[in-house]
């Protein structure tokens, strides 16, 4: 088990440009979730997939913002047209659901975004 | 929907001191309750979980939380920090039923010796 890993782990870009983050959860975990934290705030939830299946998007997830995951493996997270207030660390996380109540979510490092 | 309150925003402890962390939450129905600590520049880690039974429980790392229903809590304990303790804490509450995680705006722990 290497856990949740997400690349790259720090991006700088200029506003107005498009960035794309990858996460790649735990082996078997059948569910993958984005989550947002900015600086002296807890995560806030993006979106989340069950399988390949993208199942809700957060408002705070706007037009600009695509996750896909598109085989149930691995998952991309892409950002159009960035904007300062994208800055900020992504994260993602795993969970096995398997008819149960047990679904703890496993966080990788996270990719910190920094739109200049 | 639901919402979680850190108390505390920095907690500065001397080190082999004990150390709480105070998280309140509402939610009109029953949720599943989480701690996780977050390393400089690291991910979440998961510190400990209550899903139902026993209200005290216990996690890694040394650390507990007590759930008190009636006063809607799920305070972090620990009864002696290391200097390898020093991270922010978040809690986290899950609606039962429901996937994604509430979290709290965190507290930092800083130990000093």
């Known amino acids: 088990d290497t856990g949740v890993s997400q690349n790259p782990r720090h991006k700088i870009t200029k506003r107005g440009q498009n960035v794309t983050f990858r996460c790649d959860p735990i082996s078997e975990h059948n569910r993958l979730y984005w989550y947002r934290q900015t600086l002296g705030q807890g995560p806030e939830f993006l979106t989340y997939?069950?399988?390949?299946?993208?199942?809700?998007k957060s408002r705070l997830l706007s037009d600009r913002f695509s996750a896909e995951r598109p085989k149930g493996s691995f998952s991309t997270l892409e950002i159009q047209r960035t904007e300062q207030g994208d800055s900020a660390m992504y994260l993602c996380?795993?969970?096995?659901?398997?008819?149960?109540?047990?679904?703890?979510?496993?966080f990788g490092p996270g990719t910190r975004l920094t739109v200049l | 929907a639901q919402s979680v309150t850190q108390l505390d925003s920095q907690v500065p402890v001397f080190e082999e001191a004990p150390v709480e962390l105070r998280c309140n939450y509402s939610?009109?129905?029953?949720?599943?309750l989480f701690w996780y600590v977050q390393y400089p520049n690291q991910g979440l880690q998961l510190l400990l979980k209550y899903l139902s039974g026993s209200t005290l429980v216990k996690g890694i790392n040394g650390f507990e939380a007590e759930f008190n229903k009636s006063q809607t809590s799920f305070h972090l304990r620990k009864p002696s920090v290391h200097i390898s303790d020093t991270a922010e804490y978040f809690c986290?509450?899950?609606?039962?039923?429901?996937?994604?995680?509430?979290f709290g705006a965190g507290t930092t722990v800083t130990v000093r010796a």
């Open positions: 996380a795993s969970s096995l659901i398997s008819g149960g109540a047990e679904d703890t979510q496993y």
């Open positions: 939610s009109s129905v029953s949720v599943y």
């Open positions: 986290a509450v899950r609606k039962r039923g429901d996937y994604k995680l509430s």
């Open positions: 997939f069950q399988n390949e299946a993208q199942l809700e």
